[in-house]
């Protein structure tokens, strides 16, 4: 006999390579039962399947309230504040004029007004929309705006 065969013919493994080869397969099923609980597929300890972060795309509420009134040679717009978004940054104001739209503040401002100081003189639009922090903008809030016709100013020289 030449030590790997039994005398009944069957191969015989030595007692190094098979403690090896348990303890490789002991390896293989820690492995394997550690991948299936990470996976949520253990009946003993469940874990949740890994989350994917959550993207936010949902603006943020539109703006209410909004009118315009006639100040000294402004306009000054007023809207209601947000209380109803957490992730509120502020809002963007726009001037709504010969079929475009012009943006009035350059950051998002989170006050519930804004004054016109340079308002064209002539009817336009102005509108006001929410941002939050994710950089989702909410729907406009528009109004019309007519300036009121100034008072001619006569002067008489006597």
Known sequence: MNG??????????????????????????????????LAGCSDTDPIAAPLSPTVDTAPPSIPTGLSAATGSRVVKLAWQPNTSDADFVGFKVYRLAFDNQYLLTEQPITDSGWVDQQPLGLPCGYAVSAIDEAGNESAWSEVRYTPEPEEPQIDIQR
């Open 4 to 37: 790997k065969q039994s005398r009944k013919g069957k191969s015989m493994i030595s007692r190094a390579a098979k403690q090896s080869l348990m303890m490789r397969a002991s390896v293989l099923m820690i492995l394997l039962a550690g991948t299936a609980m």
